[in-house]
């Protein structure tokens, strides 16, 4: 897994136990499967005026724990004890301010197309791995973005296959991931 450390992070409050994985989808520019941008908009470093789409995004600071590529491939942007900056005005179940207790999961992919075999099974290799790693987390504990920001956001939307990913998340056997 590569890893690439995120300025758009901070510390959880104090006492905070990671509870929550939120599922996101990313196309950076709308429509477009390349991990190059969505690395420059974590690491603070898009050029907002290399494309028309980006200009909104001047002075955002965000950033995921992790991105997975079309292909599997995971990229790590904030160690998972540290709050990234992914779900924005948000609450699950009660609880308010999802970054807190949550790990933000990117995966890129859009509302058009449909996502790969390769993410679904790393997404849950990366699930599983995370919910070995903390506990609290169940299967159930595993929203979308759409399910804690209703109204304000749509991802991974209706191309994300949740009965496919459970399955896959049922039957993964190799947690050979190491993350931060």
């Not at 996101?24 to 028309?52: V, W």
Request: charged share 25%.
């Amino acid at each position: 897994m590569r890893q690439l450390i995120s300025p758009h992070q901070n510390e959880r409050p104090a006492g905070t136990e990671i509870s929550l994985i939120v599922l996101h989808a990313i196309s950076l520019p709308p429509g477009a499967f390349e991990l190059d941008h969505i690395c420059k908009l974590f690491m603070g470093s898009l050029d907002c005026a290399a494309h028309p789409d980006f200009e909104t995004l001047q002075g955002l600071q965000v950033s995921a724990h992790f991105v997975v590529d079309r292909k599997g491939h995971i990229t790590q942007f904030v160690a998972c004890d540290q709050r990234a900056w992914h779900a924005g005005l948000s609450e699950w179940q009660g609880r308010s301010g999802c970054n807190d207790f949550a790990i933000g999961i990117e995966m890129i992919g859009d509302e058009q197309r449909p996502f790969t075999q390769a993410q679904y099974r790393e997404t849950a290799r990366l699930c599983r791995v995370l919910m070995q790693r903390y506990p609290s987390i169940s299967s159930n504990q595993i929203v979308g973005h759409q399910d804690i920001a209703p109204g304000r956001k749509w991802d991974p939307g209706k191309q994300w296959q949740w009965n496919k990913f459970k399955r896959s998340l049922r039957r993964i056997r190799r947690l050979d991931l190491e993350v931060l």
